[in-house]
């Protein structure tokens, strides 16, 4: 029989090294969503407990600043081998935490990896352009600098790889980093701010103060994102928090980086393999228990393969595992809280009422997980793109319809408020071809013959619209943690002024 959830966890926080007293007094009630039981209690900050954090990072930062970014790379990774030691371990406190299934904690954790890999490459690589001067004996270049205080909010599904996707990068530019994690998922972030500092005290050239981390809700949130001295702010969450947190840095001009709600959609075409889209679909729609910003929401399938790919897609609906997420062959674990489970069925409720076709979507009893919140995923067939298909409902539902032309499928996958990622499955080059156009998919992903989530670290990653356009991650995201120099230097004794303006005095 597995430990309970708090038992499980009180053996995982001493080797991460987190203190037992660090976790049992406080405020903050910290439940796992296996069988909602109290899993630990932190302390909030507070108002004082914000400022002197940005205080020392930005200490941290003057310092850091001058050290080579190769040298800062060298940080980075030596904190990759911390995490690839406690893979297995915070993998298991992601899964108690927020409840995904092991493979998926792990998975986690892989990432965190994979982007200080990519970010340690990276510390060598921040490259700027040369470009033509139009005066004589003048040279012109790019510096790109460091920003200063980067400050990440972080949202529950993805507790600690988003901050890693953030911080890897920013520190390699030269920056030190304040995170504000999800209420709902603080151990997970003590756990991986104690590996952080395992790795620095490794390495002499990192400065006290360098990664600092705040734990509270909303109002710790709001006090970063106003605090003078922070320069940018990544905030991974709904749009709703978005909404509030974009105007008040517009408001300062502080740089925002908005990672927000998608509402993602696939485009079954007649072509399409459908052993390879069924299970595809059923990653994307069901994993994570529907809970990932690039979770499959919509699904506009073709007449000729409408039927049976729905009743594939029913039986896999009716006969997927749901269960404790740490137990061998669960796919689905709990949603994070009461308030999700409620959203959910509220929403299937509304859907009934207009007269949608509902299938699945009821609670589900789990052994021994009294206080867990189970509800298997559900389809729900559409005639008309409306009502909450509109909108994310963070939770497992799947919505279906037909649509026989492509552009159509095209102009519904595009007519919503959010645009994130979105997939077509086709054999067809002309269709896939279409879907990556200018006039194809207006998401910032789009894949072809794979599902909408899941992404690799190496590509960018966000969304446009009410997603909040920001782009972390891989490729050349590190620009936005980074200041752009434009540089003329005049190496001759005469002064030509650009344009041939002249002014002789
Ligand atoms: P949430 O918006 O409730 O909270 C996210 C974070 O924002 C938390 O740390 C929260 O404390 C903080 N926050 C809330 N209000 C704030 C405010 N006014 N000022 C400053 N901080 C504030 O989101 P959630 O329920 O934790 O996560 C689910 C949502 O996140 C979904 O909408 C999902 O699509 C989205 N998400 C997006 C991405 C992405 O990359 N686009 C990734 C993961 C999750």
Redesign the pocket.
């Known amino acids: 029989m597995p430990l309970s959830p708090a038992d499980e966890t009180r053996t995982l926080l001493a080797p991460l090294g987190v203190p037992a007293p660090r976790v049992s007094a406080g405020d903050l009630v910290v439940r796992s969503p296996i069988d909602g039981a109290e899993i630990g209690r932190v302390a909030e900050a507070d108002a004082e407990g914000v400022a002197r954090a940005v205080a020392a990072a930005e200490a941290a930062f003057l310092k850091w600043r001058c050290v080579p970014a190769p040298r800062r790379g060298e940080l980075v990774r030596l904190f990759g081998e911390e995490l690839r030691a406690a893979k297995a371990d915070l993998g298991c406190l992601i899964t108690l935490e927020c409840g995904k299934i092991l493979s998926e904690g792990l998975g986690e954790v892989q990432e965190m990896i994979d982007v200080c890999d990519f970010a340690v490459g990276l510390s060598r690589q921040l490259y700027g352009l040369t470009i033509a001067s139009e005066r004589p004996e003048h040279r012109m270049s790019e510096l790109w600098r460091p920003l200063g205080v980067v400050g990440v909010?972080?949202?529950?599904?993805?507790p600690v790889a988003?901050w890693a996707w953030n911080a890897a990068l920013a520190l390699v530019c030269g920056n030190a980093v304040v995170w504000?994690?999800?209420?709902?998922t603080p151990l997970t972030a003590l756990a991986v701010q104690s590996l952080f500092e395992r790795a620095a005290a490794r390495f002499p050239d990192a400065p006290e103060g360098l990664s600092q981390l705040l734990i509270?809700?909303?109002a710790?949130?709001?006090a970063?994102?106003d605090d003078a001295r922070v320069a940018l702010v990544s905030?991974?969450?709904?749009?709703?928090?978005g909404r509030?947190?974009g105007p008040r840095l517009a408001a300062r001009f502080a740089r925002a980086l908005l990672?927000?709600?998608?509402n993602n959609a696939a485009i079954v075409r007649p072509t399409a393999d459908l052993d390879l889209t069924l299970r595809a679909l059923a990653f994307s729609a069901m994993g994570t228990a529907g809970?990932?910003?690039t979770t499959l929401r919509r699904l506009f399938v073709h007449d000729d393969v409408y039927e049976p790919l729905l009743r594939r897609l029913k039986a896999a609906y009716s006969s997927v595992s749901i269960g404790d997420p740490r137990a061998e062959g669960v796919l689905v674990g709990p949603l994070?809280d009461a308030r999700a489970f409620d959203g959910m069925q509220a929403t299937l409720a509304k859907l009934r009422s207009m007269g949608a076709i509902v299938h699945g979507g009821e609670p589900v009893e789990v052994a021994r997980a009294p206080g867990g919140f189970y509800a298997r995923p559900a389809l729900v067939e559409m005639n008309t793109q409306t009502g909450p298909m509109l909108d994310?409902t963070?939770a497992p539902i799947l919505y279906v319809m037909r649509v026989a032309d492509l552009d159509e499928a095209i102009e519904l996958n595009n007519a919503v408020a959010q645009g994130?990622s979105s997939s077509i499955f086709t054999n067809d080059l002309r269709e896939a071809e279409t879907f990556l156009s200018e006039r194809g998919s207006d998401c910032g992903i789009a894949n072809v013959n794979i599902g909408p989530s899941g992404a690799e670290i190496g590509g960018a990653?966000?969304?446009e619209k009410e997603?909040?356009g920001g782009r972390e991650s891989g490729s050349d995201c590190w620009k936005a943690y980074m200041r752009r120099v434009t540089s003329t230097v005049n190496y001759g004794r005469g002064l030509p002024l650009a344009q041939g303006v002249r002014f002789d005095l």
């Open positions: 909010v972080s949202a529950f599904n993805f988003v504000k994690p999800s209420e709902k509270g809700g909303a710790v949130g709001e970063l994102v905030a991974t969450g709904s749009t709703a928090m509030k947190v990672e927000l709600g998608g809970q990932r910003c994070i994310e963070f994130l990653f966000g969304g997603t909040g």
